[in-house]
């Protein structure tokens, strides 16, 4: 069942943000660009079997792993709605979905 992949603003502008730290950090695209297909493939493993993401407390809340983030996603009736990228070497009392 493939269903359309929706970002949010917030996923959006949070890949934009660890895409262009790691960018400035290493004064390199390379690593930039191997996350955002990593980034990529998970979206496309999503949409072609979205239950495949860890449970959570909220039913239709579930979270994918990339490297050290979390990729926040709901499925919904229609399409999968991307919540969130979460570096979980963060604090998790900032989490907010």
Do not use: C
Not at 6 to 13: G, I, L, N, T
């Amino acid at each position: 069942m493939v269903k359309r992949i929706v970002w949010s603003r917030r996923a959006k502008d949070e890949r934009r943000e660890i895409l262009e730290y790691w960018h400035q950090r290493n004064k390199s695209k390379v690593y930039s660009k191997k996350l955002f297909r990593l980034f990529q493939l998970a979206v496309y493993q999503i949409r072609e079997n979205p239950t495949m993401g860890k449970s959570t407390s909220l039913k239709s809340i579930r979270i994918y792993v990339i490297k050290d983030y979390l990729m926040f996603y709901e499925i919904l009736e229609s399409h999968i709605l991307i919540l969130t990228i979460w570096d979980s070497r963060q604090n998790p009392v900032k989490l907010k979905l």
